[in-house]
T-cell receptor
Framework: GENVEQHPSTLSVQEGDSAVIKCTYSDSASNYFPWYKQELGKGPQLIIDIRSNVGEKKDQRIAVTLNKTAKHFSLHITETQPEDSAVYFCAATPYGNNRLAFGKGNQVVVIP | NAGVTQTPKFQVLKTGQSMTLQCAQDMNHNSMYWYRQDPGMGLRLIYYSASEGTTDKGEVPNGYNVSRLNKREFSLRLESAAPSQTSVYFC????????????FGDGTRLSIL
């Protein structure tokens, strides 16, 4: 099955700087790549997703890029704010598959 | 519009006790999922239900059973709880398939002594 790895495990950034989290996946058939944000005591919340027919997607300060050849995708957060502090999970799955494989998560800390 | 609702939010059990975790969604979604989250392990799929009347095993199904009671409700049962099942359990739903946005509840924090 799909195996997803996230790096780095913890990322500290100064407020206003950019944060980048990278994930690698193993199954070349995967074509759906969501990113979830989890705040303390809450469930994960989808913040952005991308499919393999698209190389990049943006939503305000958040963007995701996909490199299918290298089998990695990245989350970019620009102009970070304290409310961006959370755990971020990437995931991947092939088309039509019901088993979404999650990475182990990245703790992002935005320092005011 | 509540989304995905899980009950209870917290529970402490003794080894060997049984318990059912409840989940309900009000988004008319076809697919529902149960995950467990352990420190440093991310989210691991226990069971899922692609549609009303069907259930399938995920990555870590041992020690659990599920019931898709109707389109709205999907329950997870621990028949004989073990300390290794201490975890945070999340229910999620999606419109049709796993490769679509999944909406999560806020979890049930379960401790087994």
């Amino acid at each position: 099955g799909e195996n997803v790895e996230q790096h780095p495990s913890t990322l500290s950034v100064q407020e206003g700087d950019s944060a980048v989290i990278k994930c690698t996946y193993s199954d070349s058939a995967s074509n759906y790549f969501p990113w979830y944000k989890q705040e303390l005591g809450k469930g994960p919340q989808l913040i952005i997703d991308i499919r393999s027919n698209v190389g990049e997607k943006k939503d305000q300060r958040i963007a995701v890029t996909l490199n299918k050849t290298a089998k990695h995708f990245s989350l970019h957060i620009t102009e970070t704010q304290p409310e961006d502090s959370a755990v971020y999970f990437c995931a991947a799955t092939p088309y039509g598959n019901n088993r979404l494989a999650f990475g182990k998560g990245n703790q992002v800390v935005v320092i005011p | 519009n509540a989304g995905v609702t899980q009950t209870p939010k917290f529970q402490v059990l003794k080894t060997g006790q049984s318990m059912t975790l409840q989940c309900a969604q009000d988004m008319n979604h076809n697919s529902m999922y149960w995950y467990r989250q352990d420190p440093g392990m991310g989210l691991r799929l226990i069971y899922y239900s692609a549609s009303e009347g069907t259930t399938d095993k995920g990555e870590v199904p041992n020690g659990y059973n599920v019931s898709r009671l109707n389109k709205r409700e999907f329950s997870l049962r621990l028949e004989s709880a073990a300390p290794s099942q201490t975890s945070v359990y999340f229910c999620a739903s999606s419109e049709r398939r796993g490769d679509q946005p999944q909406h999560f509840g806020d979890g049930t924090r379960l401790s087994i002594l």
